[in-house]
């Protein structure tokens, strides 16, 4: 609970009529004035010393009825203080089989003496800050509905969530009712003005009896609007501000068995009955459905709406402190099944070896998925419980054996994402970025990493810290102390909380020498990470990468010089950057411009260019087998371009096949850009075969 209240200062105890008891040098310099002409000095001495004994005396009086001033300034501050409950509810869009959960809030705000009437409709006025409390929910499924008068719309019949975008309807989340009492659409309801425009090239006059609508206008009704009826009776309106909560009103009948307000209110277990009268005639359409805090919707929700009804109880007395309904939109059906991604066989696919199948993904993190980012998304599919859905089922159809996430919200990944992919036959490790999580616990991204069981067996894990890495270079390295000037410099720049993992694999069922492999490799090394965002900091981007790859010499080294090798991720630099650079031909050229920033971009922080360098031996997947890297891997109205990879040591991994990334045409279909109701994020997965080639040791 948050109160909001103002800090009055300390000061004199104040008589009923407002002044102070206590009248100081300063009170007296006021007053003196008054007698303070020249022709009156001595009349203005003799006036001092009489108004010194009278304070002498006030502050005499002070001590004897400071108790009684002190009751009675405490009497008129409880009359005084005055607090509005706010009560604030909102539920996002439901679609089938995709958790909604309610955004419930409730608290108070100390109102300034002259204010003491509520603000709006969903709080009432109360002497009291609210107290402890806690919430009880009735979810209730409305009757069927005709979600558009307009004969050719698609909508009449579909619910699923590419009609119903922003981008399906032409960019505006409104519906629109005719009001021409001459029309024949009048009261007619479309679900947005192009199918208006389009019924009305139908409409004819006819009579009526009913006066003619001063325009002809239709009304718009915000799609999600919550000003209905129901909402108003709720507790707080207008009606019940002033006076709190009437013991003649009548709450919503809850699980709740105890009493409410006064002797003469009903037992709210009594009420289920009101609760039906006060919606009236629709007491018989609406059904309740659960008593739960979340709810998920199925089947015969669809083109429904749904109410919400939520009730605020004391912790302490039980006491019913406020109520509120909403209506949610239509009950949209579950989001059709993504497209199946056909993949490209390279021409040197032959050979034996195991085969396995691997996905890289950046699936966007709740905490960056706003609409500030992405104004041409609906809020309701930007919503981690709509996403989840599809972000699932388009891993696990693709039917991976190794998974590598990124963004990847901690909080997600241990109540969802973990689970679901354990339950499709997964094992994973996570690891979150290093630092501290936005707001609440959880509230922060990281990599994560899953691996077919039945494939895979777990030989060792580790993470890798760049923050940790770059205290490293910082004082060993470079012999600097940390504190000084020059080496926090370099710190603050190099800290930047980004992570990777690192698993060794071991195949399940293991592959047996042969003729042709006489001594086969039956582990694998699998790299995740997800590299800084700055699009101003190729340099440190750079320093990530090259950083990285040493911490995989050394460990690829120390257990064997032929261990497969895979590096994937969000590397977030295009094929023209010195990190794509150094990755594909192990070095860098002097000469470009991600290596020459320039003092205006801070401390130089990388070593000379002839020891940006490394051994391994990398191949591009996409690059060898489609020829070329994609267009683009992550896509927005912002940015259009190839952020992310999959590398692969060449001398022991062969890439068997790739799958295309979809074109602009396919990937703007539900929308202007991703994410959108068919892409749950602004990136595009990465799908490639894999095969394990060459002898050698272990």
Request: glycine share 6%; hydrophobic share 30%; aromatic share 8%.
């Amino acid at each position: 609970m948050i109160y909001l209240c103002r800090v009055v200062p300390f000061g004199p105890i104040p008589t009923c009529t407002g002044r102070s008891l206590t009248i100081g040098i300063h009170h007296l310099a006021t007053i003196t004035p008054k007698y303070g002409n020249a022709s009156k000095r001595q009349e203005t001495r003799d006036t001092t010393e009489t108004l010194k004994e009278h304070h002498r005396r006030l502050v005499n009086t002070e001590l004897t009825t400071h108790g009684a001033i002190g009751r009675s300034s405490a009497t008129m501050n409880s009359k005084e203080s005055m607090y509005s409950w706010h009560l604030s509810l909102r539920v996002d869009r439901p679609v089938e089989g995709c958790t909604i959960r309610p955004h419930s809030y409730m608290y108070g705000k100390k109102l300034d003496d002259r204010d003491t009437s509520s603000s709006h409709n969903h709080s009432k006025i109360c002497r009291e800050p609210p107290p402890n409390h806690e919430f009880s929910y009735r979810w209730f499924r409305g009757p069927s509905v005709e979600p558009c008068a307009y004969e050719g719309c698609p909508r009449r019949t579909s619910f699923s969530p590419h009609e119903w975008s922003k981008h399906a309807l032409g960019g505006s989340g409104c519906s629109l009712q005719c009001v021409s009492t001459q029309s024949s659409l009048y009261k007619s309801t479309f679900c947005n003005a192009s199918c208006f425009v389009k019924a009305w090239k139908t409409q004819f006059t006819v009579q009526s009896d009913i006066p003619q609508a001063r325009s002809s206008t239709p009304t718009r009704r915000r799609a999600g609007s919550y000003a209905d009826d129901d909402d108003a009776r709720s507790v707080g309106s207008t009606n019940s501000a002033r006076s709190g909560m009437s013991s003649n009103y009548n709450p919503p009948g809850t699980p709740r068995e105890i009493s409410v307000d006064g002797p003469n209110t009903p037992r709210i277990s009594d009420l289920s009955q009101g609760y039906g009268n006060e919606y009236g005639a629709q007491s018989q359409e609406w059904v309740e459905i659960s008593r739960a805090e979340l709810y998920i919707p199925h089947a015969d929700d669809v083109g429904r709406k749904l109410k919400l009804e939520a009730a605020a109880y004391s912790v302490e007395s039980g006491e019913l402190l406020m109520h509120r309904v909403v209506k949610t939109d239509l009950v949209l059906s579950r989001t059709p099944d993504p497209e199946k991604r056909n993949l490209v066989t390279a021409k040197s696919a032959a050979g034996g070896g195991a085969r396995f199948r691997i996905v890289t993904y950046n699936i966007l993190a709740e905490i960056y998925a706003t609409q500030q980012q992405y104004p041409y998304a609906d809020l309701w599919f930007l919503s981690w419980d709509f996403r989840f859905q599809n972000i699932i089922r388009e891993i696990v159809d693709v039917g991976p054996d190794i998974v590598c996430l990124q963004e990847v919200q901690a909080d997600h990944y241990e109540s969802h994402l973990y689970n679901a992919m354990h339950e499709a036959g997964f094992e994973g490790v996570y690891k979150q970025k290093t630092r501290l999580s936005m707001g609440m616990t959880g509230k922060v991204d990281g990599c994560a990493l899953f691996w077919r069981r039945t494939k895979f067996h777990l030989i060792e894990s580790y993470s890798i810290e760049f923050n940790e890495l770059a205290q490293r270079q910082v004082t060993t390295v470079m012999g600097l102390n940390p504190r000084s000037e020059e080496g926090a410099s370099i710190l603050n720049k190099l800290s930047k909380d980004n992570v990777a993992q690192l698993v060794v694999l071991e195949l399940a069922q293991q592959s047996m020498a042969s003729r042709t492999n006489r001594d086969p490799i039956n582990q694998v090394c699998i790299a995740n990470t997800h590299l800084y965002s700055n699009k101003d900091c190729p340099d440190v981007k750079l320093w990530q990468t090259l950083h990285l790859l040493q911490e995989l010499e050394t460990f690829v080294m120390a257990r064997g010089t032929n261990l497969p090798l895979m590096i994937c991720g969000d590397f977030n630099s295009t094929p023209e950057s010195a990190v794509y650079d150094l990755l594909s031909r192990q070095a860098v050229h002097p000469g470009h411009p991600d290596v020459n920033t320039g003092d205006e971009n801070g401390p130089n922080v990388l070593p000379d260019i002839m020891s940006i360098t490394h051994s391994h031996m990398l191949g591009s997947v996409y690059s060898s087998v489609l020829g070329e890297e994609p267009k683009f891997t992550n896509y927005t109205q912002q940015f259009k371009g190839v952020l992310d990879y999959m590398w692969y040591s060449t001398q022991n991994l062969r890439s068997l096949s790739a799958a295309p990334i979809p074109d602009e045409s396919v990937l703007t279909r539900h929308g202007d850009a991703l994410p959108s109701t068919q892409y749950s994020s602004d990136h595009i997965m990465q799908i490639s075969d894999m095969q394990i080639v060459g002898g050698g040791a272990r």
